[in-house]
């Protein structure tokens, strides 16, 4: 069993004043509202229902946090870029994600949720552009991989990488890879990914890439 099998959901943040102590290990989610986010986070977690999915995109208006064990969390961020909402909402909830971004001590690395099929879109590079500004890692989840032949898919991870600069190195920024939560398609890959963030010991894993050298 994957230490993210133990993610249970903790609160609904509606401004940072509502998150938990800052310290320890978060890592946080983050795409357009039609991209799968929560349907990634729940077949991360093998827990159908720990994030919320709905037919109707930008339901998570919230900081939503989910509790791994006392020091390590998982952070869902508001969809952004397709949630028809007012204004004066959205607003709100940029104003709250960079608030999050940019002054959270706990915070390790993004997930960046794309859809293969239509990748690297404004929000996502401006998403992008967050992680670069805060030094952050953020790694690239290319869901609904599926819905792709093997050549597109394959063709259009290329492309996104080549494009970021993603060369697969240990001290790179930006990292991609084809997902999909239906086919569970790169489902260890991510896993590994956020247990190296948040400092998690895998049993029969080298845990050589997940601390710098002393």
């Not at 993210?4 to 943040?13: D, T, V």
């Not at 790694?139 to 492309?159: E, I, Y």
Request: with cysteine; charged share 25%; glycine share 8%.
């Amino acid at each position: 069993m994957h230490i993210l099998h133990s993610a249970k959901f903790l609160k609904s943040a509606a401004s940072l004043r509502d998150m938990p102590a800052d310290h320890g290990w978060e890592v946080a989610f983050a795409g357009r509202s039609n991209a799968g986010k929560s349907s990634a986070l729940n077949v991360l977690a093998s827990h159908k229902g720990l994030a919320r999915v709905s037919k109707t995109p930008g339901r998570t208006q919230l900081l939503n946090v989910f509790s791994i064990d006392d020091d390590r969390r998982l952070i869902d961020l508001p969809g952004y870029g397709y949630a028809k909402v007012p204004v004066g909402v959205r607003d709100q909830w940029r104003g709250m994600v960079d608030g999050f971004l940019r002054n959270r001590e706990a915070l390790k690395g993004l997930i960046l949720i794309m859809d293969s099929r239509h990748p690297l879109k404004d929000f996502d590079r401006q998403m992008l552009d967050y992680a670069a500004g805060i030094a952050k890692p953020c790694h690239v989840l290319l869901t609904k991989a599926d819905k792709l032949s093997r050549n597109v898919a394959t063709s259009t991870l290329n492309a996104v990488r080549k494009e970021l600069g993603a060369d697969g190195s240990d001290d790179a920024k930006v990292s991609v890879q084809l997902f999909s939560a239906p086919a569970k398609t790169g489902l260890d890959e991510a896993r590994a990914v956020i247990a190296r963030w948040l400092e998690i010991t895998i049993p029969g894993k080298s845990q050589s890439r997940a601390l710098p050298p002393q």
